[in-house]
């Protein structure tokens, strides 16, 4: 199909059409953040019941983002080719027959899989209720679109590990997915109902192949390199060495072909602005040490402090809360405050939250474990806006969707490679000092004889006494082990914020960061 001409915009919608069309398009977006953050949680269940170890089960959070940030530069040309409204039910339905698919996945091989193609099909579902949001409403009320869309997207975060933890304690896992089924349905419906007459005109759009198909086996070979390293022992292992060949062979034809292509899957030549390259690579890795905390933490509370998956949930949750107050806070600022002060402001909270987490005690109660989450949720309301302002300022209003996909394709890319990394440090550094903690310690010791005795008056017996200490040693390590990363989370954050004021002083309206979160 294809049209000529331009055709005229659609009136907006109104009364209870605008209210129900809406809700539906909001429902669409929530599904998909929401399965960003619900299965962090639920994550050691999830091993757990398939049998296998967490760090394996990591898979499941890197499949999804890896799989979501290659499809990313797709939705531009899949809106163009089939229509907004179209190609976001399409989403919506494929996303939601690929949740149904994870809720019955019978093993950990089947729910990556799924996973993937869950990943695959919500490309366009966050752009595409963005584009649609602010269609149906009249051009005043324009903002108020955004801001609906906005409070969703941070919405989700807190539901996600509420909602995680207690469908994992109370229920069977895969009801974290099978949830999405009639929340998807429900909205692919309402909005084809109220939105298939507002379709966008169509044209045939060349699309780069090659451009693609090198993308995803670079990105797919690295993840899957890095998923599985750990427990090939790396380049000991010639399977991860080819992985790697494949890596570097193929990330630099990709470079090549997207210089030199007419219409590039990504617009590698953006990266030429300074605050586009400057902004994306500063975006790209505040997030990835956010999201591989946003990982860990969870998976350290199940599996060595003892928390349920419902309390490891109500944790987390907080930092959502208080990016939705602050958020409306910081967006007026934006029109008359430099991006980069805003930026340093956040990167700044993000480094007090993880410095905090590492003063971390085995007996830490759960108010010491919120606060430092408090102080992220201060960071989250501003790190999105300031750091999307950057990158955008002095890009063409005609280059601004590639912009923005570049942007959203590093950024989710970059959090699943950071999950994979911070699971194979956090066990690197465990063992380490599990092995420094057994140097110092011997059953000749004073101390651990008076242990064993304590041990043995309170019903355990030699060898269960040493199990017990033999525990409490590999707790000591997993918490140091934490610690750790949390500092070095803390100080890489620093090092950002020098990276920030490299760039040009950038102010914005508050708008352009809409499409990014």
């Keep these: ?260 292509d007419a219409h590039p899957v990504v617009d590698l030549s953006l990266f030429r602005k300074r605050n586009f390259a400057l902004g994306t690579v500063a975006f790209c890795l505040g997030y990835a040490v956010f999201f591989a905390n946003l990982l860990l933490l969870p998976v350290w509370l199940q599996t060595n402090i003892g928390y349920t998956a419902t309390w490891a949930g109500l944790v987390a949750a907080p930092a959502g809360l208080v990016a939705i107050l602050l958020t409306p806070v910081a967006t007026r600022f934006m029109a008359r405050v430099d991006a980069r002060w805003l930026s340093t402001f956040a990167l700044a909270a993000f480094a007090i939250s993880y410095f905090m987490r590492a003063g971390y005690t085995n007996d830490a109660g759960f108010g010491d474990f919120v606060l430092p989450i408090f102080v992220q949720g201060i960071a989250m309301s501003t790190f999105f806006i300031a750091l999307v302002t950057i990158a955008l300022d002095g890009v063409e209003p005609e280059r601004l969707p590639s912009a923005t996909g570049i942007s959203n394709f590093a950024r989710i890319t970059a959090g699943g490679f950071a999950a994979s990394i911070v699971t194979t440090l956090w066990d690197r550094r465990e063992a380490l000092h599990q092995t420094r903690l057994a140097e110092t310690s011997s059953i000749f010791d004073p101390g651990m004889q008076q242990a064993l005795e304590q041990l043995d008056r309170s019903g355990f017996t030699g060898l269960q006494g040493h199990g017990v200490l033999t525990h409490e040693l590999m707790q000591q390590a997993y918490l140091l082990a934490s610690l750790d990363l949390f500092w070095i989370s803390g100080w890489l954050t620093v090092a950002m914020i020098g990276l920030v004021w490299l760039a040009r002083r950038a102010v914005s309206g508050g708008g352009a960061h809409a499409g990014m979160e």
């Design 1 to 260: 199909m294809s049209t000529t001409g331009a055709a005229a915009q659609p009136a907006p919608l109104r009364g209870g059409a605008l209210a129900v069309a809406s809700i539906a398009l909001a429902l669409g977006t929530f599904m998909q953040v929401l399965d960003s953050t619900i299965a962090t949680v639920a994550l050691p269940t999830i091993a757990g019941n398939l049998g296998v170890s967490t760090t394996q089960g990591t898979w499941i959070i890197t499949s999804f983002a890896v799989a979501n940030g290659v499809a990313v530069p797709l939705t531009g040309w899949l809106m163009g080719r089939y229509g907004v409204v179209r190609t976001f039910v399409t989403s919506v339905l494929l996303f939601t027959l690929a949740s149904f698919l994870c809720g019955i996945a019978w093993s950990l091989p089947s729910l990556v899989v799924f996973r993937v193609l869950q990943g695959a099909v919500s490309g366009p579902m966050i752009p595409g209720s963005q584009a649609l949001l602010i269609s149906i409403f009249p051009r005043q009320k324009q903002a108020t679109a955004l801001g609906i869309w906005s409070v969703t997207t941070l919405v989700a975060p807190i539901a996600g590990p509420i909602l995680g933890g207690h469908i994992s304690d109370n229920y069977h896992w895969g009801w974290i997915f099978l949830i999405n089924v009639p929340v998807g349905l429900v909205a692919a419906m309402l909005c084809w109902r109220h939105l298939a007459s507002r379709e966008t005109p169509t044209r045939r759009l060349p699309i780069d192949r090659i451009g693609l198909a090198l993308l995803v086996v670079w990105v797919g070979a690295l993840q899957i390199m890095l998923d599985t390293g750990k427990d090939a022992d790396w380049f000991a292992s010639p399977v991860i060495v080819a992985e790697a060949i494949i890596v570097v062979v193929a990330c630099i034809a990709w470079v090549i072909w997207e210089l030199t």
